[in-house]
């Protein structure tokens, strides 16, 4: 069977889905799209390594590569989506739409449509003349935990000397993004009768002073840490959600705070955690064995690329944009664990991952495909 164009390629991708999702009523398993990948790439000469994930719900990462020898191109990407919000779309987010010079479906720019564009790119290399591999690899769980990304850092099963993850970002090379790390703070109080509040531990009274401490903190690491190069020049730290009580007439027995820190390249996981421990101490102190802190998933940590590597140069010459630098987090800070020069650059824009009716604009299809084939020249053959 002759292998899929562009179009067709994309519309049997988003035809499987593989949602991700906290939830087990949204989350899916991603097998359907890697067996996929794999019967093309395999197709192409490629060798496959199929890979399931360690405690997840029947996720698998893909590895394909073809050629021989150490170092070359890894050209990564996420098999999995977002959960969708059926009433929102105007068609079916399973299936191709062609409108208005647009692909729209679940996944064409975040990610799926990466790796239609890599089958493209990889129909007609002259493989005997390769000198170096190209990888491809397709990862799970992105969109939660970044399950897949660990895991195959852990497996050390490639060690490319550059490496490209497809994000969509307008095909302007990315260097730089912050981290991602949530908590939630707990206050276990003591509820009673709202007319004795001194036979109680209202929980929300000692939120009030964990808020408090947080705030400074947020306003110290705002006056302490700037990088000009993002549009949002300092970490942040955001008050996501907020729960306690039951009743107006009772001392609220338990509280709890989920918060949200995005890191500047430069900042350690291991540095946040620690003041986040410090600005609840004298709180906990206070109160003790009331105030906990647990992580609610693990964290992503910051991203850098050096400017001036060579990946770099080559990909604003390619590409015909400047470097630049984002606030949402990828994959990248795990690739790069591979010893390689990373960087973020696909088609599609940002704006359009997570939103209803997903689109992949056919202006990105010419340029994507020459911007690959110029990348596995140069590391590859």
């Known amino acids: 069977m002759p292998l899929p164009n562009f179009q067709q390629a994309l519309t ?15 989350d899916q398993s991603n097998q359907t799209v890697i067996e996929l990948l794999a019967t093309w790439f395999a197709d192409l000469g490629f060798s496959i390594n199929i890979q399931q994930v360690p405690d997840s719900r029947g996720k698998y990462n893909l590895l394909a590569k073809l050629g021989e020898g150490e170092g070359g191109l890894l050209l990564s990407g996420h098999s999995d989506t977002v959960p969708f919000d059926e009433k929102g ?7 191709i739409t062609d409108k208005a010079d647009k692909f729209y479906g679940l996944g064409t720019c975040d990610m799926k449509g990466f790796f239609a564009f890599i089958l493209q790119a990889c129909k007609h290399l002259p493989i ?11 990862t799970a769980d992105e969109e939660t935990t970044m399950a897949g990304a660990r895991f195959f850092i852990e497996q050390q099963l490639a060690k490319p000397d550059v490496a ?3 994000e969509p970002t307008n095909l302007q090379p990315v260097i730089m993004h912050k981290g991602h790390m949530s908590h939630r703070i707990s206050v276990k109080g003591k509820s009673g009768h709202s007319s004795m509040p001194q036979k109680g531990v209202n929980a929300i009274e000692v939120m009030y002073f964990i808020i408090e401490k947080l705030m400074n903190l947020k306003n110290d690491l705002a006056d302490k840490y700037i990088n000009e190069a993002f549009t949002v020049t300092e970490p942040t730290l955001n008050f996501g959600a907020i729960k306690g009580g039951d009743s107006a007439n009772r001392i609220c027995g338990d509280c709890y705070l989920d918060i949200d820190l ?3 390249p430069g900042i350690k996981d291991e540095e946040l955690v620690h003041w986040l421990s410090e600005a609840l101490k ?10 906990s802190m647990e992580e609610l998933h693990a ?11 060579e990946l770099v140069k080559l990909a604003e010459k390619f590409s015909g944009h400047c470097c630049q630098a984002v606030n949402y987090a990828t994959e990248a800070p795990f690739i790069q664990q591979l010893g390689c020069q990373t960087i973020v650059l696909g088609p599609g824009s940002i704006d359009q991952a997570h939103q209803v009716n997903e689109y992949l604009a056919f202006d990105q299809i ?8 110029k990348f596995i020249q140069k590391y590859c053959f």
């Open 282 to 291: 004298d709180v906990a102190e206070n109160y003790p064995g009331r105030v």
């Open 366 to 373: 010419e340029p994507t495909e020459k911007i690959l084939l």
């Open 12 to 26: 049997e991708l988003i035809a499987c889905p593989s949602i991700s999702a906290t939830s087990t009523k949204w």
């Open 164 to 166: 490209i993850i497809g």
């Open 128 to 138: 005997k003349d390769m000198r170096k591999p190209l990888y491809v690899l397709a």
């Open 262 to 264: 995005r890191a500047l």
């Open 299 to 309: 964290s992503s940590p910051a991203f850098a690329e050096d400017e001036n590597s």
């Open 89 to 95: 779309w105007d068609s079916d987010p399973f299936t």
